[in-house]
T-cell receptor, first 115, second 118 residues
């Protein structure tokens, strides 16, 4: 079964607008971590934001925030005030203790920011 | 810190040749991961190590692939013999052990090795 599901292969957003990238996850472990990574066209993988399953508040890092809905098992990434440099592939990932702290990645969402 | 170091950055080889990819993780990180990325298959976990011991190699495509971690500062991924379908970007990533309490640490990725098998 898929551990991480990203249902949006590609998305467009107008510059300066906010955009939400969807991610749902599957685990029976009550303790887990959720991550978002950005991969620009240059190819490097850049860590953006982390949410722990026991964290009481949604994580925020600058223009990035994570909309964590535990009961729905969703961990959507919200990018506010989109910039042209946000055009990239975005991956959602999860880590839990059930399989020796393995990382599970989704298939990614390609975001294009239009000027 | 220099981050995760991978070499070579680009490799072009002919079918049937042996290919060795190298990785130096960030000092002090307990976990090391090897990934392969292609347009068709996305990002695939090949194998990962904890304290130099292979934990899960279920993602290794076939016996032509092997990985070693002889010490905490070095790992190799070897393909022998290589085939055109092995062409991909191979990433190495490292991660500290579990964070305090119930927290988890992120992975730090290397720049990747772009492998082309002709």
């Amino acid at each position: 079964a898929q551990k991480i599901t990203q249902t949006q292969p590609g998305m467009f957003v107008q510059e300066k607008e906010a955009v939400t990238l969807d991610c749902t996850y599957d685990t029976s472990d009550p303790s887990y971590g959720l991550f978002w990574y950005k991969q620009p066209s240059s190819g490097e993988m850049i860590f953006l934001i982390y949410q722990g399953s026991y964290d009481q508040q949604n994580a925020t890092e600058g223009r990035y925030s994570l909309n964590f809905q535990k009961a729905r098992k969703s961990a959507n990434l919200v990018i506010s005030a989109s910039q042209l440099g946000d055009s990239a592939m975005y991956f959602c990932a999860m880590r839990d203790r059930s399989n020796f702290n393995k990382f599970y990645f989704g298939s990614g969402t390609k975001l294009n920011v239009k000027p | 810190d220099a981050g995760v170091i991978q070499s070579p950055r680009h490799e072009v080889t002919e079918m049937g040749q042996e290919v060795t990819l190298r990785c130096k993780p960030i000092s002090g990180h307990d976990y090391l991961f090897w990934y392969r990325q292609t347009m068709m298959r996305g990002l695939e976990l090949l194998i990962y190590f904890n304290n130099n011991v292979p934990i899960d190699d279920s993602g290794m495509p076939e016996d032509r692939f092997s990985a070693k971690m002889p010490n905490a500062s070095f790992s190799t991924l070897k393909i022998q013999p290589s085939e055109p379908r092995d062409s991909a970007v191979y990433f190495c990533a490292s991660s500290p052990g579990l964070a305090g309490g119930q927290g988890y640490n992120e992975q730090f990725f290397g720049p990747g090795t772009r492998l082309t098998v002709l």
